[in-house]
């Protein structure tokens, strides 16, 4: 270990020359592969990888689970909501020649069509590995399809992009699936497919998007609750309960379905080529109160899924038949999709043939295949409701009861548990209606982790049972990143509009998720610097669209802010941090190579996940030739720098050696400051308008791009307060931090002294991109309500631009920004997102923590006026907290109705306003969510927001 010891020395020193990148890597890749050798940290039976946590929270019983699961004692975490909401369309399936992925695999052929890299269904269960998956299906007599899956728009159909056009929300969920809840509300009208698509279709991006409630559907509907809890780590219980939210009596067909992934018709390098098998069983011991279907699998093994005869509660007057076993294939109806034979009568659109058409010849009579289901069907009196219970049995489960003898018990139990670990993980105080929005936060969080398959090699070549695919496909999307192999359960964004991980997303969705799941945190933050996604040279791959991207650089503020949270100090896990270093160096350096493009310490980096914030499409060639210094890109790395440096400092406490490379992150974000603040006079900084702009260089000239955005926003993010008791302890680190303000006085700006008001101790050191003057003339910006603070939180773009657009020329074409607070009037990245005016959780947190380490050096003498201009003076952790309230008023209620759900009638109705939906951003002046409506992802960050509120005082913890 003493080599690995020596190599880092020489990684840092490479380091700092940026054109050394492979050999910085290389180092770095042999440091992490020694220190991997050390028994103690590699993940086996019996032995975390990640220290435990000794919060007194751990003595909860869903922690005991958490911690069986992460000793490996108990496979825990092997069931849950794995399945997607939607497959098709995604780049997985596509494997046209032009990239197509909404043509190639429409909605219209979900029902008939076999996946190839996934399954997607209607709030449903699955292995972590997807090979058996379990969905409920329904059909309300006048659908013209079985209700299998969520209906939305795609791509070219939504006036602002794809656009899920159902009513679902997550409701609750423990993290190892010990119990989890949701709601399906499924109209009893036909639903109006062909409507939402023609209407919305005619709609411009100036017009509001037409949404299932403005069809007049949803006066008579039925409630699908459906919940899943575990009796034991392989054997899960679902509970269905249909109401009838109507006036009049009402038939409701319950389809609730298993199946396997098909994994053996396409000759896949997945290793799973032996076709499973399901069977009615007639000799299961509980026959006359279940149907039971048994299977077959080659890895998963034996078990089976059950299906209960009768209700378990039904309202007065309600009548269920009998169940009735349907079994088919989960295979292409080849002969409805190509119109070519396919290889078995029995294919995956059965149940909807039998069901809907009729088809009794459908479905397998000898009641075998690889999909099965039980129909029920459920007449129901008006507001009455009846309970349906099944059962997922994986291997050799003890104790074989029946559904009837235990699973009530069972959900009785877990959901006691469920509510005393929730009751741990929030601030003592908390009101219960904040605590019911923190709830569905984290079941958000929860469900929305899926099963993510891509072997980007196999997806350009295709598979050796299958037609060979276009040549140009090995030129095209993604073909830069063949060594990509992704076959894990990930944290999405949102299941339905975008079921496929984004890199920046993912980082911000760890830090809500770690306060209730650390060692989920910590393995998804790991995973993504793992040599089977990291590019070689060093990029986080961004998204399936394009891995090549270019995201924010979050990823370490991630970690860092994970193993802070994760335990007190003293008791952190710094296996964990150490892990994360070796390898966020390499993507470190990837960035100081490849976006440093003159090498003055000035960033580019294209659009950085801010869409249409920009004049021009920052991931193109400019219009006008020449570059972007961009002032978002640099204060970015600016902030990796802090983030990398703090994570040095830590390590450095038990392994000096690490100094080394926190002197060389300390000099990445000097010479980044300074020239953020001083390059040739003047930086990126516009002293007439005491804010941060891109600058537009080209042969003959250099000007600010006048936009008023978040982007002159982010360098208040490189924030990092030194202290004493660490310079103390780091003689190395602090000899030469001292060497370099004596002796470069030049690039020391941007280095302040504690002085007698901060309320930092004695001798502390503040590195910042903004001076103290050049800090008070952005937050006067910031907290101008004709400028970016608004009633709900800080707009991404200042309101000054509503009524003085900017508005460059190029070549004779006018390029525009203006204030848009609702959905995007621009085409730009698809038009279905829009910084230019709305809310973005993730951006307003970093502001509030930069707010709140502003404050612990400044002290509580440095206050600024909340709002600019009313003479209302606060600190800044003041200022932290009424930022962290307004951003929680977007969920809260009052009279009746949430401003997150707008002027919705249906959700101020009394029976819904309990309910939550966690959107993508909102609109500033009247708080209404835009975008994917369950981008719980970041925008989970606002339960850390209601803690911030309820204890009001700020946590550097």
Not at 320 to 335: C, H, K, S, Y
Not at 748 to 777: D, H, M, V
């Amino acid at each position: 270990i003493s080599i690995a010891l020596i190599l880092r020395i020489l990684c840092a020193h490479f380091l700092s020359h940026s054109f050394s990148l492979s050999i910085a890597r290389s180092l770095s890749v042999i440091v992490f592969g020694l220190e991997t050798m050390k028994g103690e940290r590699l993940p086996m039976k019996g032995k975390s990888l990640f220290r435990r946590s000794t919060s007194s929270w751990m003595d909860t019983e869903e922690a005991k689970r958490l911690n069986e699961e992460g000793d490996r004692e108990r496979n825990w975490k092997r069931w849950g909501p794995y399945l997607s909401d939607r497959q098709w369309g995604t780049v997985r399936e596509d494997y046209s020649p032009d990239g197509a992925a909404w043509d190639y695999f429409p909605h219209e052929h979900a029902r008939s069509r076999a996946y190839r890299w996934g399954e997607d269904g209607l709030l449903g269960f699955s292995d972590r590995q997807c090979r058996l998956c379990f969905s409920l299906a329904f059909w309300n007599g006048k659908d013209p399809i079985l209700k299998e899956r969520l209906f939305g728009l795609n791509g070219q159909e939504g006036n602002h992009g794809e656009d899920v056009k159902e009513l679902y929300y997550y409701l609750d969920s423990t993290p190892t699936y010990s119990y989890c809840k949701a709601l399906y509300k499924y109209p009893q009208a036909e639903f109006p497919y062909a409507d939402l698509v023609q209407e919305n279709g005619r709609r411009s991006r100036f017009e509001g998007e037409y949404e299932l409630e403005d069809t007049g559907v949803l006066d008579a509907y039925w409630d699908c609750t459906v919940e899943y809890c575990k009796r034991s780590d392989n054997d899960v219980f679902v509970r269905l309960t249909v109401t009838n939210k109507s006036d009049e009596e009402n038939t409701l067909h319950v389809v609730p379905t298993a199946w396997f992934r098909n994994t053996w018709t396409w000759g896949s390098r997945e290793g799973l080529d032996q076709e499973p098998k399901m069977w009615l069983n007639p000799d299961a011991e509980a026959v006359d109160e279940e149907v039971n279907v048994a299977f077959e699998h080659e890895t998963l093994g034996s078990g089976y899924v059950s299906f209960a005869r009768q209700p378990t509660e039904a309202s007065e007057g309600s009548t269920v038949t009998q169940p009735t076993p349907l079994f088919t294939n989960n295979i292409t109806n080849a002969e409805r999709i190509f119109g070519s034979e396919s290889e078995s009568p029995f294919t995956k659109d059965a149940f909807h043939r039998y069901v809907v058409n009729g088809e009794d010849t459908a479905v397998n009579p000898e009641q075998k295949g690889t999909k099965c289901a039980a129909h029920y069907t459920a007449t129901v009196p008006a507001g009455g409701h009846v309970k349906l219970q099944f059962r997922i049995v994986a291997g050799d489960v003890t104790g074989g009861h029946s559904i009837s003898d235990v699973a009530s018990a069972t959900f009785d139990r877990r959901i006691v548990q469920a509510n005393v670990f929730h009751a741990s993980r929030t601030v003592k105080d908390t009101p219960d209606h904040l605590r019911e929005i923190q709830r569905q936060a984290y079941a958000g969080l929860m469900w929305s982790k899926q099963f993510f398959y891509y072997d980007v090699k196999a997806w350009l070549e295709g598979d050796s049972r299958m037609p060979t695919p276009s040549a140009q496909r090995l030129k095209g999307r993604n073909s830069d990143w063949k060594h990509t192999y992704i076959r894990n359960v990930l944290s999405m964004p949102d299941k339905w509009e975008y079921p496929w991980f984004a890199a920046w997303d993912l980082a911000f969705h760890m830090v809500p998720y770690c306060a209730i799941d650390p060692y989920f945190a910590k393995q998804q933050l790991l995973l993504f610097l793992r040599e089977w996604y990291m590019h070689p040279n060093g990029q986080i791959p961004a998204y399936e669209w394009a891995l090549g991207d270019v995201n924010p650089p979050v990823h370490a503020w991630a970690c860092i802010r994970v193993y802070k949270m994760s335990a007190p100090a003293g008791q952190r896990d710094d296996d964990f941090l150490a892990h994360a270093f070796q390898k966020l160096i390499l993507n470190f350096t990837w960035w100081v190579n490849r976006k440093d493009r003159t090498g003055n310490h000035l960033f580019s980096g294209g659009f950085l996940g801010l869409d249409n914030i920009g004049v021009f499409d920052r991931s193109k060639p400019l219009p006008t030739g020449g570059h972007l210094e961009q002032a978002d890109g640099t204060s970015w790395m600016a902030f990796f720098c802090t983030n990398m440096l703090d994570i040095a400092l830590h390590l450095a406490m038990d392994q000096p050696v690490y100094e080394d490379l926190a002197s060389t992150f300390f000099e990445h974000f000097v010479r980044i400051a300074d020239a953020v603040n001083s390059f040739e006079g003047k930086g990126l900084w516009d002293e007439q308008d005491g804010f941060y702009y891109d600058w537009l260089r080209t042969e003959d000239s250099s000007e600010p791009l006048r936009v008023r955005s978040v982007v002159g926003l982010i360098p208040l993010f490189a924030c990092l307060v030194l202290e004493p008791s660490i310079m103390d302890k780091l003689p190395g680190f602090s000899h030469r931090t001292q060497w370099f303000l004596e002796n470069r006085p030049d690039l020391a700006e941007s280095i302040i002294k504690a002085g007698k008001t901060s309320s930092a101790p004695a001798g502390s050191l503040l590195l910042a991109i903004p001076s103290k003057a050049r800090l008070l003339r952005v937050l006067a910006t910031l907290f101008d309500e004709n400028e970016f603070w608004s009633p709900f939180g800080i707009r991404s773009l200042s309101l000054f631009h509503k009524e003085n657009p900017f508005v460059f020329f190029a070549d004779g074409e006018e390029h525009r920004v203006e204030y848009c607070p609702g959905e995007s009037t621009s085409g730009l990245f698809g038009g279905n997102s829009n910084w230019r005016g709305p809310i973005w959780l993730p951006i307003n947190y970093l502001i509030m923590e930069s707010l709140q380490r502003f404050h612990f050096f400044y002290g509580s003498d440095f206050q600024v006026e909340v709002p600019t201009g009313s003479g209302k003076l606060m600190n800044l952790n003041e200022a932290a907290i009424e930022l962290a309230s307004r951003l929680s008023k977007l969920f809260t209620l009052n009279d009746g109705r949430r401003p997150c759900h707008g002027e919705s009638k249906f959700h101020s109705h009394p029976d819904n306003q309990g309910l939550v939906l966690f959107y993508e951003y909102f609109d500033p002046e009247t708080g209404r969510g835009l975008g994917a409506a369950h981008q719980t992802g970041w925008t989970a960050l606002v339960a850390r927001c209601i803690d911030k509120v309820t204890v009001c005082a700020y946590d550097l913890s």
